[in-house]
């Protein structure tokens, strides 16, 4: 299992409670060197350019902008930025700025494609917001042109919606970066099964995970390519000393009222995409469907539901935490080593 983490780009990740955090550069910089000191493999840094969490009005850091003073500051942690392609126009600008983060990195950068959900901050962006399907159609030519400018000493690429011709790009990123994507719809899987290296999704349970893991494990194996490297899920983790206190926080953080300042475009969120189970109030308390996936209680309690997901083909966990910083040590230093420890005995008991 590689356990990551969500860089804070915005200063909550609570829809109901009014708690901040710190965003600055020191506040970056400690989490990252922690994530790194206590087991944590990755960080995924997440593009909006509006807070979905904290209203429209929120602060919001560039999550590029971001992965460049992350890639600096560490030296193990893959960071794996987001990238919408409706945002990242053209093409050839988006390819140049992975391969130069790669190449700076030393081969630590890695892209979430995220074909977009929210048409009202596209609306304010001055983006054209396509139909859902169109959504995908276009990521997949986008990912096809990027990989074909990252290969190429002489791009070429005549596309439905790109063209380019006789484009160089050096230096060429070695490896290229590795390509995460989400999708739920029959036609978000279809399209990801073609183009991604590895398999991303919201919280679920290990029955829904199980479920998604077994159908893009065939469709990936229709199209002939190579299998996905990686199936990660979202989730956000409440760990406490007894499971009492656990389940005390999940009542706080999830006591949902309408009119909270995410409410909007979570509806937003759920209205344009196309998802395969029911959005429930705890759900929207946290993005993501964060704490469906249940990984609230003491350590042990934890870090054996995480073995449960493991078990169904699940290798990457990316977390929240209510407190960005002190929640992820305590995961770290009290959660990371009992799921070790719990595994080897398993094996030692087989």
């Not at 892209?111 to 917001?129: D, K």
């Amino acid at each position: 299992m590689r356990f990551g983490y969500w860089t804070p780009t915005m200063d909550r990740w609570l829809r109901n409670v009014d708690e901040t955090f710190p965003i600055d550069l020191a506040a970056q910089q400690r989490i990252a060197r922690a994530a790194e000191r206590v087991g944590f493999d990755i960080t995924l840094i997440l593009e909006l350019n509006l807070s979905d969490i904290g209203g429209a009005d929120g602060p919001v850091l560039d999550a590029w902008s971001l992965a460049s003073a992350l890639g600096a500051s560490t030296e193990r942690l893959e960071i794996l930025a987001a990238i919408r392609p409706i945002y990242h126009q053209p093409v050839q600008l988006a390819a140049k700025q992975a391969a130069t983060l790669q190449y700076l990195t030393g081969g630590r950068f890695s892209l979430n494609v995220v074909s977009g959900w929210w048409a009202e901050e596209a609306r304010q962006y001055g983006i054209e917001f396509a139909a859902h399907d169109d959504r995908y159609a276009f990521t997949r030519e986008y990912v096809d042109a990027l990989t074909t400018l990252w290969r190429d000493d002489v791009a070429n690429f005549d596309g439905e919606f790109i063209k380019f011709e006789g484009t160089h790009l050096q230096p060429k990123p070695s490896p290229a970066p590795h390509i995460f994507a989400g999708g739920e719809s029959p036609a978000g899987r279809e399209s990801i099964s073609q183009y991604a290296d590895s398999y991303l999704t919201h919280g679920g349970t290990v029955e829904e995970l199980g479920e998604k893991i077994a159908d893009m494990r065939v469709r990936r194996e229709a199209t002939g390519l190579a299998p996905f490297k990686h199936f990660g899920m979202a989730a956000f983790a409440i760990v406490r000393d007894t499971e009492a206190e656990a389940l005390a926080e999940r009542e706080r953080i999830t006591n949902v009222a309408e009119g909270s300042p995410g409410f909007e475009s979570y509806q937003d969120f759920i209205s344009k995409s196309e998802l395969n189970v029911n959005v429930s109030p705890e759900d929207y308390s946290v993005s993501n469907r964060g704490l469906r996936p249940n990984f609230v209680g003491t350590p042990e309690q934890v870090a054996r539901r995480i073995l449960e997901f493991e078990r169904v083909g699940l290798d990457v966990l990316l977390f929240q935490f209510a407190d960005p910083e002190g929640e992820l040590i305590r995961f770290g230093e009290q959660v990371i080593p009992l799921v070790e420890q719990l595994r080897a005995a398993e094996l030692v008991g087989q």
